[in-house]
């Protein structure tokens, strides 16, 4: 008979659960794609009910459920904090302590209330309820590193905002066993320093840390000193301590305080205005410091234990430019990061903690890692989606594969955007060939219809290239797998286009507009794209399609943005794909074997409250 294990996280941000069969991860998915909120924090009914429906089991079919972190640490952690910083951030802890109160202190009680509400929907009223386990949060992290991964033995560097206490945490994991090594303690955090400029650059914490990281190369880094002196002493070995005068995310609703603000000499951006060169300085120097210190620790850890290879983990694991240079440096022989590597991720991780250390189940180490290309979500068969289309009475042909790839290499080359809803959905927050919208990286105008027609988002955000993994190092300066667009690339120096003497004095937004290789919607303005690796193995479709791409053009890439719009999650149905499909200026969607072509679709007028659904990230 087999054993489920299954794991949630949930309210704080991107809520999820994950679920495992004898130890293999079979499912897994994060609440926001169901409910629609973006970061979803509820708990997560949904993605409790796809994982059980994927396997037809009830709750009582399962071993245990384990939950992601410790909530009374982390109580004790608020507590202490306000009781340090009293009478300051008074307000913060009233608000804090009425959510406390009312749900997270008795998070026992109310996760129990919850699954029995998952199980009475399904019909399972009166079945008995598993045992109910916590983690910690840097364990979560670190065993959902860990345990997919390709390696027998490593090391394991956790860095994120916070969890109960660790903001940075260090570990070794040998066969089923994760042992601590050491750990940094809130409040200095990286995360929540990288969080702090994105905060005063005026996007959302959270979820905005990316634009900011995307912004970087916009900029030179002027501030790099300043913040050395002034914010963060960082040591030779990567350990560090931040100056917390300059901070109010301790003690109050904001990220950063008056004398931040008076040392760079403004007031926070507010979201939505003029993102001016000042912002984009900001972001390069934070990044530059970010790099800094990921670097010096992952020395300082290998030089330490003598180990030869990496995992990542933690929201601060998902900057891929500092993945990338890390990649470069050759620091250890082998470094490998989990796809969801913020909260959501940690469901697996519990999900493994439960399995291998509360369990102690012996590991099976998979050679390339276990996480199936992070295809872990819902799919839909091409009967779903006939029965779908026929029903809302939507114009479709269905092809088969080969004319199917065909067609679509003809529209990619017309310099038509595609939705393209393909088998599992994705777990974690990239697009990776089951929910994208795909272009020709050689179109020049591509990322400004994608960001501002398609997307409705800046037109600073670069676009991401999927290559075919045999052709990688033939387009970028890299010889290793990227499948989850987690490391980002210098592109071929023989790809790469010369600036004149006049292109080279832009600086800013004006060097959006000059095509830096004959790749322009991929290539950053520093040369450099966020690579993911297409193999045939994980994703054969996906495959298939770039591989009649190329043999069309020549060019063994496309470009990949995730299926949704600005401040949407990615979509997750063929229901989702289609309303995307017709609100925005896809020229095609692909859902499965079936084409449909906005020109045949029935007008539908524009509709400008749906941009209002969703909250601009």
């Not at 983690?135 to 560097?157: C, G, K, R």
């Not at 990281?213 to 913040?227: H, N, Q």
């Not at 289609?578 to 095609?588: A, P």
């Not at 007008?603 to 909250?615: A, I, N, P």
């Amino acid at each position: 008979m087999s054993s489920f294990v299954l794991g949630l996280s949930c309210y704080y941000h991107d809520s999820a659960a994950a679920l495992l069969k004898d130890g293999e991860i079979i499912s897994a998915a994060q609440e926001e794609r169901f409910s629609r909120k973006k970061h979803d924090s509820s708990f997560p009914k949904n993605a409790v009910s796809y994982c059980l429906k994927s396997q037809k089991i009830s709750l009582s079919d399962i071993k245990e459920i384990v939950y992601y972190e410790k909530p009374l640490i982390t109580f004790e952690r608020l507590l202490e904090t306000y009781l340090g910083t009293a009478p300051r951030g008074g307000r913060s802890f009233v608000a804090a302590m009425q959510v406390w109160l009312k749900e997270k202190l008795f998070l026992k009680t109310e996760l129990k209330k919850n699954l029995k509400a998952v199980q009475n929907s399904l019909g399972f009223d009166s079945l008995k309820m598993p045992i109910l386990l916590f983690s910690e949060h840097h364990l979560s992290h670190a065993a959902a590193a860990f345990y997919p991964s390709p390696f027998q033995e490593s090391v394991i560097l956790c860095m994120d905002g916070v969890g109960e206490w660790a903001t940075t945490s260090t570990w070794i994991g040998k066969g089923k066993d994760i042992k601590p090594l050491w750990q940094i303690s809130f409040p200095h955090s990286l995360g929540l320093l990288y969080s702090a400029f994105t905060y005063y650059c005026g996007f959302k914490v959270n979820s905005g840390e990316y634009k900011l990281m995307g912004l970087a190369p916009y900029g030179e880094s002027r501030y790099v000193d300043k913040i050395k002196d002034n914010l963060i002493d960082i040591k030779e070995d990567g350990t560090f301590r931040l100056e917390m005068s300059y901070f109010k995310y301790h003690r109050g609703f904001r990220m950063t305080g008056r004398k931040f603000h008076k040392l760079f000499g403004r007031p926070p951006r507010q979201g939505e205005t003029e993102i001016t060169q000042f912002h984009m300085d900001l972001a390069s120097s934070i990044q530059v410091v970010t790099e800094e210190i990921i670097l010096k620790l992952a020395k300082s850890l290998r030089e330490e234990t003598g180990i030869k290879n990496l995992c990542l983990a933690g929201g601060v694991a998902l900057n891929c430019v500092a993945n990338g240079k890390l990649l470069q440096k050759n620091i250890f022989d082998d470094i490998w990061i989990q796809p969801a590597s913020g909260d959501s991720g940690s469901a697996l991780g519990a999900a493994l903690v439960g399995w291998h250390q509360h369990l102690e189940q012996e590991r099976v180490v998979n050679t390339s890692d276990s996480m199936k290309g992070t295809y872990l979500g819902p799919e839909f068969s091409n009967v779903d989606i006939i029965n779908y289309l026929e029903q809302i009475k939507a114009p479709f042909q269905t092809n088969s594969d080969p004319e199917l790839f065909e067609r679509l290499a003809e529209e990619l080359e017309k310099g038509h955007v595609i939705g393209w809803f393909n088998g599992p959905m994705e777990f974690g927050p990239r697009a990776l060939g089951g929910r994208s919208i795909i272009g020709d990286p050689r179109n020049q105008k591509m990322q400004s219809v994608m960001n501002l027609k398609i997307k409705y988002r800046e037109s600073f955000r670069p676009f991401a290239p999927s290559v075919l993994e045999e052709d990688v190092s033939n387009q970028f300066e890299m010889n290793v797998k990227s499948p989850y667009m987690l490391l980002v690339a210098p592109v071929k120096k023989e790809l790469c286009k010369k600036m004149t003497e006049e292109e080279d004095k832009l600086f800013g937004i004006e060097k959006l507009n000059i095509p830096r290789s004959s790749l322009p919607a991929i290539t950053h303005v520093d040369y450099s794209a966020r690579v993911q690796t297409v193999s045939k193995t994980t994703n054969s479709r996906y495959h298939e399609l770039i591989s009649a791409f190329k043999r069309k053009t020549g060019c063994p890439i496309i470009v990949n943005t995730s299926f949704n719009v600005r401040g949407e999650p990615i979509v997750c149905t063929p229901q989702d794909a289609y309303r995307c499909f017709m609100r925005t200026e896809i020229d095609v969607l692909v859902l499965q074997n079936q084409i449909l072509f906005k020109s045949n679709q029935p007008k539908v007028g524009r509709d400008e409250t749906w941009m209002q659904e969703f909250e601009l990230d």
